[in-house]
């Protein structure tokens, strides 16, 4: 690793970075010289498109503003009237437009965004010819507002145009330089990201013809227009697991690019990506460096945007600065705050990391970006620092240290942001300074994603381009110095989200270092055969835990809660070796393994709180002289069969529940993995389970398991698996003499996703792919059935086709692979025995390859199409996905979902608020998932299980569960039978 470690505490690198920009700050000057700037801002506000005017008018708290915010998503990529006459009504009927301001922005809103409130219909209007007429109408009218609002912070739609305009905008204002960015979603496909390079490689072409047409130009890359690139764009698979390919495939074409600029001394910028991906960014940059260095060493135009609020972002200014110093070359940085901070917390929190990789306080993320900037102008002998901000107090304090450290350096906006700040700047600035404008390019389709993000970003109330447009705001109050440490934070730390439980510990694959203990384990596990169990051992079993099971049920809830508890914190430390036996026994790709450990640990936790929760007596009302109190008591034995597809976290969360209500258990995990069940026993055994209340039995279905369920002692039936068995153990026990036994079953489903023409192709592809083959479609939870709006079903299948393309399809233990076996020859056959029924009754759109080092029984992705619902008859346990267009109202789709019977996990795309939580009220499904994938249900967060055919109840990991484990008894006392009603006749 060239940084350290992301995820440490926060405070000490504060104090650091405070330390580090203090030194060459006085901030009583920087206020001095800030003042007048704002002051000139107020006197003379921006134009009412400009985004400090549209936060002042809209802004995001408030429901006007998350209505357009919303509406500038999605309306215009909308292909079908219908889905747009919904989604307007749906967010404006959210928001009251009939302010009475007198501003340009809301004379508009109140002349277009408020007649399209009130013209749309709304549930309880009649929808007739003329209202929808009108309404098409209307939306027309908001569609054309939102293009007006989105030409305010795109440049151009194509890059000649954003060349015109930015000539136009250069006669006016002199000092500016621009820089361009072809605006896009990151690339999904192949076919995406050559698109994304020629649009690139056209606009450096286009810069350099237009830098010619301007006589007497100079060469200083400085002085010149130049271009942003993400590589992200330019690669489908770029992340750090997929290196090997990135290094061969995307350093080439960053080359090819850089080298296009260097010929004619133009600036290139890499821009900035999220902190996973930030090693891999560094490799690019550097294998680039030394290319410039050998072929351009003069050049001085290639850039790297560096964001300020990364913990690790002064180590980061000081690493790119040490390799342009070994290549001998001098670069460009972008300094910025960042643009993911939402997603970088979401992520570790997900993840259950130590610490945030970034700042949890505006202020701190303030303060590292004047530390980084100190750094970078110290640093002038490598760099030319381009410091992005809207900020003035910002602005103001690198003034100042760039004068004392005698610097040059750049200032930088945002194309429709910031210009009021910058106005009044220039009227005060040294001659020679230059503005240089981020400047978006692209259709505004293409742009609206990233709007939204810039929205979000400036939008909040703690943002300065937000409080410059308050008067309120007293400007020693905006100006206020970010050099402080908050030392009590806004957010709890990742292990700290779920409350009193401890969230599980996770690890980042990313990080080299945080992956090599799984490394290490792997050359040094060895499985070993275990033994099939006999019909005489299944007697013993049962003896020993009937035996065994008063002691249990009467050893104190704390004590019993105490042991899974600490069964939780041993297989957090042995998290390597866990993920080992994953990848080696049950053929799991690594990312797997890791959530697989981690739900395990959760599962332990989660029960043990939750049994104590339960197990307090309950008190009842009833009439005086006598105490009525309900308790819940373990049943007695439980049998566990869990499967091979989660080995360990649903074989822990059977056992556990049963254990944490005062239940023995025995436990037959899978034939195909009796070596994680093996070694988890074990250590529970050794956090105090006695090993008469957990035994393990090994063997087949039809023999020990047949075995079980049917036997006498049996107090209950906990299974997960398929239907056809479930059904199997649910005949037996209604057959069997004795008390009536319940059955906890988990089965599969026919799990469908409904996607609508408002979506965002690229997320919806991104759950697809995640949904449909990670674990090799090996999840009960997986997805089954894609129904595709048909407006927008071909540029859907066209992007899945690619990025199914761009899967790796190889042996688990490849850091890389994305896809591995099935479990056995078994699941194989039948897998392609309905790939060969599809082949001739389907139409196939896209199957992936596999690679030569792929393990035996390994079935490549498949993607059909086929005609209706109806075609579809039951599930396929693997990675193969069917896919329905539909037409019409959505509520047909979900009828139909109903109609096949099961009921596990249903996905909805959609932008229609209104509409997703109508859907999902109607479909007949345990879980629901919005705008997301549809696995990785996170104990206690989202409970997960069936109904139908998928299923018994209650759901696993959630507050109900445990007390299917339960049998009830209500103790009545007679308070008075000896004595009379004291408490009466005191009372």
Not at 5 to 31: D, S
Not at 183 to 207: K, M, N, P, Q, V
Not at 241 to 249: F, I, N, P, T, W
Not at 428 to 445: C, E, L, M, N, Q
Request: net charge neutral; hydrophobic share 45%; glycine share 6%.
């Amino acid at each position: 690793m060239r940084l350290p470690e992301p995820y440490r505490a926060e405070q000490p690198i504060v104090e650091a970075n405070i330390a580090r920009a203090a030194a060459h700050l006085a901030w009583e000057r920087v206020i001095e010289t800030a003042r007048p700037w704002v002051e000139g801002v107020r006197r003379d506000p921006p134009p009412f498109w400009a985004m400090e005017s549209l936060l002042k008018e809209y802004p995001i708290s408030k429901p006007e503003g998350l209505a357009l915010m919303r509406l500038a998503e999605a309306l215009l990529r909308v292909p079908d009237s219908a889905t747009a006459v919904e989604l307007t009504a749906d967010q404006l009927s959210r928001a009251n437009f009939d302010g009475s301001s007198d501003s340009s922005l809301a004379r508009l809103s109140n002349t277009v965004i408020a007649l399209s409130k009130r013209t749309l219909p709304d549930d309880d209007q009649a929808q007739g010819v003329f209202a929808k007429l009108g309404a098409k109408t209307i939306v027309a009218a908001t569609a054309r507002a939102v293009q007006l609002l989105a030409k305010q912070f795109v440049l151009g739609q194509n890059i000649e145009e954003a060349l015109q305009e930015s000539a136009k905008e250069r006669k006016h204002t002199p000092q500016l330089r621009f820089s361009f960015d072809m605006l896009g979603e990151g690339a999904r496909t192949s076919e995406d990201a050559a698109r994304y390079f020629a649009a690139y490689e056209h606009a450096i072409r286009a810069i350099i013809v237009a830098k010619k047409k301007i006589g007497g130009a100079s060469d200083d890359p400085r002085s010149s227009d130049g271009i942003s690139i993400k590589l992200s764009a330019l690669h489908p698979r770029y992340e750090e697991l997929q290196k090997d390919r990135v290094m061969s495939e995307l350093v080439p074409r960053v080359w090819s690019l850089a080298d296009l600029a260097a010929s004619a001394n133009i600036n290139l910028t890499v821009d900035a990506e999220e902190v996973d991906r930030l090693e891999l960014s560094l490799d690019v940059f550097d294998a680039v460096l030394k290319l410039v260095a050998h072929h351009h060493p003069s050049w001085t135009g290639f850039g790297l945007a560096l964001q300020a609020y990364q913990t690790r972002s002064v180590d980061l200014v000081e690493c790119v600065a040490d390799m342009a110093k070994r290549a001998g070359v001098r670069v460009m940085c972008r300094l910025v705050k960042g643009a993911y901070w939402d997603s970088e917390i979401k992520r570790a929190q997900e993840l259950g990391l130590s610490h945030y990789p970034v700042f949890t306080e505006k202020q701190h993320s303030d303060s590292s970006y004047l530390a980084c900037a100190t750094v970078l102008l110290a640093r002038k002998d490598v760099y030319f620092p381009q410091f992005a901000t809207h900020n003035a107090g910002t602005i103001a304090a690198i003034e100042q240290i760039a004068q004392r450290l005698d610097a040059p350096f750049e200032l930088q906006r945002l194309h429709g942001m910031g210009g009021g700040v910058y106005r009044e700047y220039l009227k005060t600035a040294a001659k020679d300074r230059t503005i240089r404008v981020y400047a978006p390019v692209g259709s505004h389709r293409d742009l609206l994603a990233y709007l939204v993000r810039r929205l979000l970003e400036n939008g909040a109330n703690s943002s300065f381009v937000h409080q410059l447009a308050d008067d309120g705001v007293a400007i020693e109050t905006l100006l206020e110095s970010p050099l402080r440490v908050f030392k009590q934070t806004s957010l709890v730390l990742p292990k700290e989200i779920l409350g009193k439980r401890m969230n599980s510990s996770g690890i980042d694959l990313s990080i080299e270092s945080a992956r090599s203990p799984i490394t290490k384990v792997l050359s040094t596990i060895q499985l070993y055969a275990i033994a099939e169990t006999s019909v005489a051992e299944v007697n013993a079993a049962f003896s020993r835990a009937t035996s065994a099971q008063i002691s249990w049920r009467d050893t104190p809830v704390e004590t019993r809660a105490h042991a899974l508890r600490t069964a939780a914190d041993a297989l957090e430390r042995d998290l390597p070796r866990f993920c080992g036996l994953l990848i080696l026994e049950a053929h799991k790709t690594w990312g797997d393994t890791v959530a697989e450990v981690r739900e395990a640990i959760d599962f332990l936790r989660y029960y043990a709180d939750e049994a104590e929760r339960i197990a307090t007596p309950i008190e009842l009302p009833g009439p005086t002289g006598e105490r009525n109190t309900l308790y819940l008591r373990g049943r007695g034995t439980w049998v566990a069969i869990s499967p091979w597809n989660f080995p360990l976290a649903i074989f822990v969360g059977q056992i556990a529940a049963a254990l944490a209500t005062g239940n023995t258990v025995i436990a037959k995990p899978a034939e195909q993995t009796p070596v994680i069940a093996n070694e988890m026993a074990a250590i529970l055994h050794a956090a105090g389970v006695p090993k008469d209340a957990l035994q393990l039995v090994f063997g087949l279905g039809h023999t020990v398991g047949a075995a079980l369920v049917s036997h006498p002692n049996a107090a209950g039936v906990v299974f997960t698996g398929s239907t056809a068995v479930a059904k199997i153990i649910q005949r037996t026990l209604a057959q069997k003499d004795g008390p009536i036994v319940p059955l906890i079953a988990e089965t599969g489903g026919i799990n469908a996703m409904l996607v609508d023409s408002t979506a965002l192709p690229e997320h919806v592809v991104d759950a697809v792919v995640q949904s449909a083959f990670r674990s090799a479609g090996q999840r009960c939870s997986a997805l089954r059935v894609l129904c595709v709006h048909e407006a927008i079903a071909d540029g859907v299948i066209e992007m899945l086709k690619g990025a199914i393309a761009e899967l790796r399809v190889a042996a688990p233990k490849d850091l890389a692979t994305d896809v591995g076996p099935l479990i056995d020859a078994e699941a194989f056959t039948v897998i392609q025995k309905h790939i060969e029924r599809l082949n001739t009754t389907a139409s196939l759109l896209a199957k992936g390859e596999r690679s030569q080092d792929a393990l035996a029984n390994t079935v490549v992705p498949h993607l059909f199409e086929v005609g209706s619902l109806a075609d579809i008859k039951e599930e396929i346990f693997g990675p193969v996905l069917q896919l329905v267009r539909w037409r019409g109202e959505p509520e047909a789709i979900i009828d139909q979902v109903n109609a096949l019977g099961f009921g596990l996990t249903l996905g909805i795309h959609t932008r229609i608020d209104r509409r997703a939580q109508s859907l999902a009220s109607r479909a007949h499904v345990g879980n629901v998932y919005i705008n997301r994938n549809i696995i990785g249900a996170v104990v206690g967060v989202q409970p997960f299980g069936g109904e139908g055919l998928s299923g018994t109840g209650p759901k696993a990991g959630g507050p109900h569960y445990l007390y299917r484990f339960c049998a009830e008894q209500t103790i009545t006392v007679n308070t008075v039978a000896a004595g009379g009603n004291v408490a009466l006749m005191t009372s």
